[in-house]
């Protein structure tokens, strides 16, 4: 089940980022959102919702081996999928957004790190 739900979680935060990278690029400031915006908007919530699910499985199934870190990477989960939603709400109200997009890629390179350096899971095993 475990091994399962790394993949689930792994497939959902990788659709994640490419479908958080599309809908930001398919509403131009000049011209507002193109026709896919709305349809991405609602892939980027399942996707997130799969990414936060899958995640607080294996949260609550391994979190014994390492309490503090793996909290620290259930914080920066949530705070990655918070700050695309900030992104995006910015983007609608047309507000700039360039700085919170750089914040998802920061948030999201430490959260894919600290993923990476937790036990479980084949892109750990990769590593070993
Ligand atoms: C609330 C949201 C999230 C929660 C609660 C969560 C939780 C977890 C947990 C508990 C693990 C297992 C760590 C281990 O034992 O090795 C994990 C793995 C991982 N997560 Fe998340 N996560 C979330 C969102 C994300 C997001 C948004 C990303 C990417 C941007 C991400 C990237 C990773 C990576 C790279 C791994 C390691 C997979 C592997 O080693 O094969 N997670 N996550």
Known sequence: MI???LHLHIMSWVVLLIVFFAA???FSDRLGPSQYF???MMLLRVFALLAVVSG???FFKAMNADAMLYGIKFLF???????MEMTLARKKRKKPSRNFFYMVIV???ITIGLG????LGP?????K
């Open 77 to 83: 989960g949530l705070l990655t999928i918070g700050l």
């Open 56 to 58: 607080c499985y294996i």
């Open 116 to 119: 990476v350096h937790l036990p």
């Open 38 to 40: 709305k349809p991405l």
């Open 123 to 127: 892109i750990t095993a990769m590593f």
């Open 107 to 109: 948030a999201a390179i």
């Open 3 to 5: 091994n399962g739900m």
């Open 24 to 26: 930001y690029e398919n």
